[in-house]
C-alpha cells in the first residue's frame, strides 16, 4: 500500500477493513515478542503517563498479544531519544516511540541538536492534552484571577529547556509581566514537579495526566494554587476553557485581565501559534523508517479497537483528560499541525529565546 493511500485510511476505514475480514494486517502475528515503546523522558512525566495508560491495551489489541514495555531515553529535552529513533530501521513493528511537545519544539525551531526528521516516521496514533500552571501557597494567597499581584515576587521554575515545551509557560509569564528564574535542564516535567515539592521551585506546570495524577492533590491538600490553563482550541481556531478543567480560567483570561498583557499583537500570536503546535496534537506514537504496510496496518487497527472501547471514553478522560485521540489519516493530519508553525511566529519566539536565554538558533 503506497503512502498516499496510508494517508486516506482513517480509524473507520480501518475498522471496516476489521470486520471485512481483508486487512492485511491479519498477517500479522507478534506472538511470543516484545515491543519496546521509548519515550525520551523521565518515567515521572505526563509523556510516561501517556505511553503506561495505552501499552496495556495496545498488547491486547495487537495480534498475538505481545508484551509491550515502556521504556525511557531522557536526554537533552527528549532530543537523545528522537535522535536514536531516527537511526533506527526495524521492520517488524517492534520498536515504537513517542513524541511530544518538547520533541517538536526543537524540529520547529532548527535547534542544531536535531538530527531527526518526522517526514521519515510513521505515525500510528496522536492524542492532544492540556496542560495546568499552579503557585505556591504564598503566592496563590495573592492570586486573584490576574498577575497583578504577583509582579513584585520572584518565582523559581524547573525548565526542560529553552527550545522545549517549557517556552509555553516561560513566554506566558514573560508576558503577564512575571519576574521567573529558570532552572535548565530537568529531565522532564515530573522532576520539575519534584522541585516544586521540595520547595526548590515556587511555580510549576504539568500537562494534564501529570496534573490529574499527582499535582492536583497538591492543590487540594493547600500545598498549591492552580493559576490557569493553557486552554483549548475551539473550531474556530479560537482559544476557549480547557474541557478537562471547565471551572479554572485560560492564560488567555489571565493576561486579559492582567495590567500590560495583550492578546493580539506579534507576542500573542506567537504563543498562541506555539499552543497549538504543541498541545491538540502533542502526544504522537510513531514506528520507524522502513516498517511495512501490514505491520502499520495492524497498528492502527489495535489502536481504533481500543478507541472504540465502550469505557474509553470514560477511563481516558479519568487518566488523561478529555481530550481527542487521532488514528490514521487523522494521527497523520494531527502531525502536521504539531510540526507547522507562521515564519513570523518562529521569528518572534527564535528572537525572544536569544533576549531571554541567550540561545541562538541562527
Known amino acids: 500500500m503506497n ?3 496510508k494517508s486516506a485510511l482513517g480509524a473507520g476505514t480501518v475498522l471496516g477493513l476489521m470486520v471485512a475480514g481483508v486487512t492485511s494486517a491479519a498477517a500479522v502475528d507478534f506472538s511470543g515478542k516484545t515491543i519496546e515503546w521509548t519515550i525520551p523522558f523521565s518515567e515521572t512525566g505526563g509523556s510516561a503517563k501517556w505511553a503506561n495508560f495505552f501499552a496495556p491495551m495496545l498488547s491486547e489489541n495487537l495480534p498475538g498479544k505481545p508484551n509491550v514495555v515502556v521504556k525511557f531515553m531522557p536526554g537533552a529535552g527528549s532530543t537523545k531519544g528522537a535522535n536514536w529513533f531516527q537511526d533506527e530501521k526495524h521492520t517488524d513493528g517492534t520498536v515504537m516511540f513517542g ?21 521519515d516516521w510513521n505515525p500510528v496514533m496522536a492524542s492532544g492534552t ?17 498577575a497583578n499581584n504577583l509582579k513584585g515576587m520572584t518565582f523559581v521554575y524547573g525548565n526542560q529547556g529553552a527550545t522545549r515545551l517549557d517556552l509555553i509557560p516561560a513566554l506566558a509569564w514573560k508576558m503577564l509581566g512575571m519576574k521567573v528564574e529558570h532552572v535548565m535542564g530537568v529531565k522532564g516535567r515530573g522532576d520539575g514537579r519534584k522541585m ?18 499527582s ?14 490553563t ?18 479554572m480560567p485560560t492564560f488567555k483570561e489571565v493576561c486579559d485581565a492582567t495590567d500590560g498583557c495583550e492578546t493580539s499583537g506579534p507576542a500573542w500570536d506567537a504563543w498562541k501559534s506555539f499552543f497549538i503546535a504543541g498541545f491538540p496534537s502533542q502526544k504522537i506514537a510513531f514506528l520507524p523508517a522502513g516498517t511495512p504496510q501490514d505491520v502499520i496496518d495492524a497498528y492502527t487497527t489495535a489502536f481504533a479497537k481500543i478507541k472504540a472501547r465502550s469505557d474509553f471514553a470514560e477511563i481516558s478522560a479519568k487518566r488523561l483528560g478529555k481530550y481527542p485521540m487521532f488514528i490514521g489519516a487523522e494521527a497523520s493530519k494531527a502531525l502536521q499541525g504539531a510540526i507547522t508553525v507562521s515564519p513570523s511566529a518562529k521569528t518572534y519566539v527564535t528572537d525572544w529565546l536569544q533576549a531571554e536565554f541567550g540561545v541562538s538558533l541562527n
Not at 492540556?130 to 490576574?146: H, M, P, Q, R, S
Open 99 to 119: 513524541s511530544s511537545g518538547s520533541t517538536q519544539f526543537p524540529y520547529l525551531l532548527g535547534d542544531p541538536r536535531v538530527r531527526y526528521e518526522y517526514a
Open 196 to 213: 516544586f515539592e521540595a520547595g526548590e521551585a515556587t511555580i510549576d506546570y504539568q500537562t494534564s495526566s501529570s496534573y490529574l495524577k
Open 3 to 5: 503512502k498516499l493511500l
Open 230 to 247: 493553557w486552554g483549548a482550541i475551539d473550531a474556530n481556531g479560537n482559544i476557549v476553557r480547557d474541557p478537562t478543567f471547565p471551572d
Open 215 to 228: 499535582s492536583a492533590m497538591l492543590v487540594k491538600e493547600g500545598k498549591a494554587v492552580a493559576m490557569m
Open 130 to 146: 492540556g496542560g495546568v500552571a499552579y503557585l505556591n501557597a504564598e503566592a496563590g494567597a495573592k492570586f486573584d484571577g490576574t
